[in-house]
């Protein structure tokens, strides 16, 4: 029995908030949460409101709620690293284009990439895409070399070379400098930071994780009635492995704010499929079968960034007879956003990707401010839901070694 169906209601709240690979600072979930739940509450017909965290520790909000004739006091605290992240992205042109190839070459090689396309053709799209972009841009700045140097060795000769290679850095220069709208740049750094260890996470950031892992498990300790952790992307398969970790130091278990978590957008198989992904996919086995902790992960696949409905554990091969975890289910973009929404989004795949966390003019079940402030905990919001039928769970990952 989850901790979840002992409290099934809530009064407060401590949400945990793990960001995907973004450089953006904390305060911008801030003012998501702030713009996005004040359209939810006035489709849905509930008040909320947020203030200011009071006190040190980490960045956060704080949240309160009347839903269902019940008001509850939520923290949210966004466990940050963007600095990470920012000290990944190589700096130069060069070093980009060096990230390409290495990447491009972990992947294929591994047979990696081969078997991501047994899955979502959505993310294998988008992971294939900064590759290409930058490949054009090159190609445009190495037909700039070409053109100018015909067109001025008539005069000058091989000196001709030398504007020509202005012009062509001039131009990839330009393309980088734009990439707020092309994304190349940053999608490369993204899968590259992933890849850059064959899976296997990245000293600076086991140390970030460990001590986010002590935040959760002092929050266990207040009084609360629901510690809720939040992945977004790439932030999933992080609260994967911080929870395992939180979960395998906790005492008393059976006392205690329920335990939950909620993956949104997942891309997984990204990391968990890479050679060196054992101490992942060890806690993706572990935490499928904790009974003390809701695990709920939900996508659409309307989000083309994200293996939508492909259970991360089963599709990594490490489902075991005693798996419980994760819930599947679906945000189902075309039915929770009206046809005009649905419209003016479908083509803004980066901004799909961020929908989970806001508001929808034809709300379902998933609605993620009753979720995070509403007076139900995840296990007893989600208790009797049937997963998605349309779920993928064939293991498809060649690497299923795991360490924990």
Known sequence: MSSQTKQPQVRRRRVFYIPGYDPIPARRYRELYRTESHQQAAISGYDISIAPKSGEGPFGWHVTSTQDGVEVQTDIVVLVWS????????????????????????????GTLRRLRKLRKGPVIAALYPVGMLLLQLFAALGVVAGVTALLGIWIG???????????????????QIDNRLFAYYLMHDYAYSARSNGETPTELQSRLDEFAGLIRASLKDDVDEVLVVGHSSGAHLGVSVLS???????????????????????VPMVSFLPDAAKLRGDLRFLSTQDTVTWVDVSAP????????????????????????PLVLSAAFTQTLSPERWHALRWRFFRLHFQYLCAFDQPGTYDYFRITAGPQSLGARFAGRQPSKTRIETPVSKYRNVSS
């Open 245 to 267: 970790d939180v979960i395998r130091g906790r005492k008393e278990a059976s006392h205690g704010p329920a335990l939950s978590f909620l993956s949104l957008g997942q891309v």
């Open 83 to 110: 600095d990470i992240v920012r000290d990944s992205m190589s700096g130069s042109i060069l070093g980009t284009y060096l990230q390409l190839a290495r990447t491009a070459w972990i992947y294929i090689s591994t």
């Open 302 to 325: 309307g989000d083309g960034c994200s293996f939508a409905l492909c259970d991360p554990v089963a599709v990594s091969g490490v489902a075991g007879p005693n798996k419980i975890w």
């Open 158 to 176: 091989v000196w001709a070379l030398l504007p020509a290679l202005a012009l062509a850095y001039a131009l990839l220069r330009w393309f980088r």
